[in-house]
């Protein structure tokens, strides 16, 4: 019994020692290190990325007129026959075909004898009928052969102009047949392709919830994944009023310029297209925001203190975020160490 007194008298005395030495130890409240950012207003835009595939806003294919002997000539610049890849001007002689059974058929100078003889006869029945020799019928009918005259020499000389032919457009070759040179070609044979690309179109097909914010005449950023650092800027040059039933998008064109020839033809372009821009408003990162069944939440610091806000947003992009309500301008907002943060914890801001 003496024994059970002492234990029970040792147990109180060290409880209350415990007790003493619990309530002498401080707390102590390690503040987070944070970065802050003072809140400003700013703009921000949305866009809307479309692709499509750069075409030629000029191209032409070339076919020969005539079957004959073809003779390809020299490009003027070169001296040299033309080559796949040349660059070309309009009016560059490019090839004749050679047939001179098909010339001596046209007949073009007994052609032009007659359109002579015919313009004679005409002087001289005027000239006789000033003076009462012949009728007014004979008259106009002298007017009519040398009017048939003319249409036969005209008519034959634009058969003959089809056995040369020039270059239509400026531009590139980008297609070009191997002929062995005075070989033997059929009427309609190809003859090459020229495309003029210094000036591009891309058909895009847009998203429907866009339709009332595209318009026409508005910009559009242009770029190719080969080479990204190189930014055109294009315009919507014609928009579709119908939707796709089955894609839920309508059809758009988008011009621009490509003095360069950066952009070839067929290469698969990304267009960025603004859809809407806030004036004067405040942003923040999206990365920032905590989304929980709370809401959304960020948090500001006060007096080396972590407040938690919620926050209601509005439009948004990749990157950034309108806040609506929740936060003020100038305030600091924690954009770095807010993973671990709850509310009113002590902070450290960092430099």
């Known amino acids: 019994m003496k024994n059970l007194i002492y234990l029970i008298a040792f147990s109180m005395l060290t409880f209350v020692a415990c007790d003493q030495t619990e309530e002498e130890t401080p707390k102590i409240d390690i503040a987070a290190p944070v970065s802050v950012l003072q809140i400003k207003t700013d703009n921000l835009s949305r866009f809307t990325i479309a692709t499509g595939n750069a075409m030629a806003d000029k191209e032409m294919e070339l076919k020969s007129t005539l079957g004959g002997v073809f003779q390809l000539k020299n490009h003027p610049k070169y001296n040299r026959p033309y080559k796949l890849g040349d660059r070309v001007r309009a009016g560059q002689p490019f090839m004749e075909i050679i047939d001179n059974e098909y010339v001596n058929a046209i007949s073009l100078e007994s052609k032009k004898m007659n359109l002579k003889l015919a313009e004679k006869t005409l002087i001289k029945q005027q000239s006789v009928f000033e003076k009462g020799g012949v009728t007014e019928r004979e008259v106009q009918n002298a007017e009519l052969q040398v009017t048939t005259a003319k249409n036969d020499l005209e008519n034959a000389q634009i058969r003959l102009a089809k056995m040369k032919m020039d270059i239509p457009i400026s531009g590139v070759i980008v297609d070009f047949p191997n ?12 003859l090459g392709k020229i495309m003029n690309y210094s000036k591009m179109y891309i058909d895009v097909n847009l998203p429907e919830n866009t339709m009332n914010e595209i318009k026409i005449g508005q910009a559009v950023q242009l770029t190719n994944y080969s080479i990204p650092n190189d930014t055109l800027i294009g315009k919507i040059t014609e928009i579709s009023p119908a939707i796709d039933i089955s894609t839920r998008t309508y059809l758009a064109k988008v011009r621009f310029s ?43 610091v006060e007096d080396n203190t972590a407040i938690e806000r919620i926050i209601e947003t509005g439009m948004e992009n990749d990157d950034m975020i309108e ?29």
Request: net charge positive; no cysteine; hydrophobic share 40%.
């Open 179 to 190: 002929y062995t040179p005075n070989s033997i070609i059929q009427q309609g044979a190809p």
């Open 258 to 300: 490509n003095p360069n020839l950066l952009i070839r033809p067929g290469m698969f372009v990304k267009n960025l297209i603004k859809v809407n821009q806030k004036d004067d408003i405040i942003i923040i990162p999206k990365e920032i925001i905590i989304s929980d069944q709370l809401g959304k939440r960020v948090f500001v």
């Open 323 to 351: 806040v609506l309500s929740g936060l003020e301008v100038n305030e600091r907002l924690v954009i770095k160490g807010f993973e671990t943060l709850r509310n009113k914890s002590k902070v450290k801001v960092l430099k």
